[in-house]
């Protein structure tokens, strides 16, 4: 595969998440249908919430409790745990019956999810029916609400499928999909990782796509350590075809310090094999240049200082790139924690100004690859609430701190990127 075909799939695959991404809210539905296997009374107890019966308890594994707040209209508040089981990230969703007629209706809607009123408008609301059907039940679900985005309709439409799926399960065999499989999950992130490599031979050679996989994935270590020791309990890494790397959470920050630290973890804990690798380039390099490399020694110093400074270039490019202070990179992950610490409304403001100003800076220069993953950091930016978060803000001395160790990050991985250019142009070492 030629160039023009890795910058035609790039193209393609950022054309379809910017499509996905694109904040057009508008009403949307689904129809989902099952033919389920079990006697229709089966069916309606078990799509009931009743955290008294054990074998209910276990299929609603994220409820966590059930609390009747009116009977007319009937309103529940159920606490869900979206941590995967972990207790971490507990959020309230206020659910209004609308109407139900036992054993073949129930219809429902949020009125409230985490506080805050439903994202999905109110007009949103959950439709069941069950008809008996000779061998089982005829299962409908009908979906009605606004998604800002076509991803956010995704996410819906996928949730209620699977669903759907459990539901049957449980209800024809008694048993209960696992709330979460760890190892579907790694089995998940190697998959894709081992694809990622792929696609980086493809336009790199096997060689650079190793060197690059081993960077990335030593980036990717430091933001998954930060995220153990801010109490994250189950963080994931992975490679990502064409685009690098991710270390994804499972449960939002508690502090805006512990947001903005995670994310400088990445090139934070690159500066270690950055320091290493200049130890070995000066331990490495001959003291003089011009010498007689015709002496083995002398030339095996020469051609190991040469690889030991290429490793460096890319441990600095990759890293300083990532500290640009713009969605969706690591630097600007960074900003929009300090900038949130003040004020929800101007993080959202400056951060877009920002991103956009990059994604028009790499399309001047040609660079339209960076400028499409910039154009998806400016729809981040644009769906960031202009509410203050509800992690606790950073105070004066957090902000130094990070402040601190940006300005250390960016000096040792531009340092690298000096020194590395410097040695390539004033020593003959690529003649050797």
């Known amino acids: 595969m030629d160039g023009a075909w890795i910058g035609l799939v790039l193209t393609a695959g950022l054309f379809a998440m910017i499509v996905l991404s694109w904040p057009y809210r508008r009403c949307r539905g689904f129809t989902l249908r099952r033919r389920i296997a079990a006697p229709r009374e089966r069916v309606w107890d078990a799509y009931q919430v009743d955290l008294a019966d054990p074998a209910n308890a276990a299929f609603h594994h994220d409820t966590v409790s059930v609390e009747t707040v009116s009977e007319a209209p009937l309103v529940r508040d159920h606490i869900f745990d979206l941590s995967g089981g972990h207790g971490t990230n507990l959020v309230t969703a206020r659910i209004e019956t609308l109407d139900q007629e036992r054993p073949a209706l129930y219809h429902s809607r949020h009125q409230s999810i985490g506080g805050a009123p439903s994202p999905f ?20 679900l009908d979906w009605r609400g606004e998604t800002g985005t076509l991803w956010q309709f995704f996410n819906v439409w996928r949730s209620s499928r699977r669903f759907l799926g459990r539901l049957k399960l449980f209800c024809e065999t008694g048993e209960v999909e696992p709330p979460a499989n760890a190892r579907r999950s790694l089995l998940t992130s190697l998959a894709l990782s081992v694809i990622a490599v792929g696609s980086f031979a493809v336009w790199l050679g096997w060689v650079g796509a190793l060197v690059l996989a081993v960077v990335l994935v030593v980036h990717e270590f430091g933001h998954w350590l930060a995220m153990r020791l801010t109490g994250q309990p189950a963080p994931r890494l992975m490679l990502i075809p064409f685009l690098g790397g991710v270390a994804v959470a499972n449960h939002p920050h508690r502090s805006q310090f512990d947001d903005a ?169 690529l003649l050797t």
Not at 123 to 136: D, W
Not at 344 to 366: D, E, K, N, Q, S
Not at 385 to 406: C, D, Q, T
């Open 121 to 140: 408008g109110p007009e949103e609301s959950t439709r069941l029916s069950l008809a008996e059907r000779p061998g089982g039940t005829a299962v409908r």
């Open 261 to 429: 630290l995670c994310a400088l973890m990445g090139p934070g804990f690159s500066v270690l094999p950055c320091l290493g690798l200049l130890v070995a380039v000066v331990a490495l390099v001959p003291p003089v240049v011009g010498a007689d490399y015709s002496d083995p020694i002398l030339a095996m110093r020469a051609h190991g200082g040469l690889i030991a400074v290429a490793l460096l270039l890319v441990v600095g490019v990759v890293n300083a790139l990532q500290l640009l202070p713009v969605l969706p990179l690591d630097g600007g992950q960074v900003l929009r924690a300090m900038i949130q610490s003040f004020s929800g409304h101007w993080a959202r403001r400056i951060l877009l100004l920002i991103t956009c100003a990059g994604m028009a800076a790499f399309g001047w220069i040609g660079d339209y690859i960076l400028a499409a993953v910039l154009g998806l950091g400016a729809l981040q930016a644009w769906h960031m609430s202009p509410a203050a978060p509800g992690a606790r803000p950073m105070n004066g001395k957090e902000i130094g701190v990070i402040a601190l160790g940006y300005g250390l990050c960016i000096a040792v991985h531009g340092g690298a990127i000096y020194y590395s250019l410097r040695y390539f142009l004033t020593t003959d070492a």
